[in-house]
């Protein structure tokens, strides 16, 4: 199995920061690898895909990068919305296995 | 619009079963792979269980093989987990997923989740 690990597990910012989440690949996975922002009691919402494609509707301050077995999320410039929890996800190779989560709170 | 609706959780015994319906709407279900994924209470996501379009490829992580099944009815536009020999380490809220159109599957629509609880 891929396993999928995300650094930091906590990260604390402010409105207006630039943040930058990372995920590492224990194996190559090309860039076959999805983010996804969850928000207390809902489900999960696809952000960036391909590693690097931004999905339709998602708001052009999300940005993802990397190559292999290691990416990274950045958000340009913090909103209240955006203080949620990220997991990467890769989706090379069954089983499809998930980072254990990035929760990004206010500072 | 696209939609995913889970139905079917509620409180079981170790040992005991439960199925899973979710009901797709907006989008056409036959074209499309599905999933179903997994967040025990305070965790992290965890995948369970896929399904081809058409229903003849099925994958399934490896702690739920041999006790749950993933299925579809496209007559329906419904997909179904069928669970048995529930544990405690199945308890979560199970999320049915929509694949994304390519054949490598990251997730492009995500139904509410169902709570399942598998407690004596």
């Known amino acids: 199995d891929i396993q999928m690990t995300q650094s930091p597990s906590t990260l604390s910012a402010s409105v207006g920061d630039r943040v930058t989440i990372t995920c590492r690949a224990s194996?190559?996975?090309?860039?076959?690898l999805a983010w996804y922002q969850q928000k207390p009691g809902k489900a999960p919402n696809l952000l960036i895909f391909?590693?690097?494609s931004l999905e339709s509707g998602v708001p052009s301050r999300f940005s993802g990068s990397g190559y292999g077995t290691e990416f990274t999320l950045t958000i340009s410039s913090l909103q209240p919305d955006d203080f949620a929890t990220y997991y990467c996800?890769?989706?090379?190779?069954?089983?499809?296995?998930f980072g254990q989560g990035t929760r990004l709170e206010i500072k | 619009q696209v939609q995913l609706v889970e139905s079917g959780g509620g409180v079981v015994q170790p040992g005991t079963s439960l199925r899973l319906p979710c009901a797709a709407s907006?989008?056409?279900?036959?074209?499309?792979?599905t999933h179903w994924v997994r967040q025990a209470p305070g965790k992290g996501l965890e995948w369970v269980a896929a399904?081809?379009?058409?229903?003849?490829?099925?994958y399934y992580r490896d702690s739920v093989k041999g006790r749950f099944t993933i299925s579809r009815d496209n007559s329906k536009d419904t997909l179904y987990l069928q669970m048995n020999s529930l544990r405690g380490e199945d308890t979560a809220v199970y999320f049915c997923?929509?694949?994304?159109?390519?054949?490598?599957?990251?997730?492009?629509?995500w139904g509410q989740g169902a709570l399942v609880t598998v407690s004596s």
């Open positions: 997923v929509r694949g994304s159109v390519a054949a490598r599957q990251y997730f492009d629509f």
């Open positions: 907006g989008f056409i279900f036959s074209s499309f792979a």
């Open positions: 391909k590693a690097s």
């Open positions: 996800q890769q989706y090379n190779s069954y089983p499809l296995t």
């Open positions: 194996q190559s996975i090309s860039a076959w």
């Open positions: 399904i081809s379009s058409d229903g003849s490829d099925k």
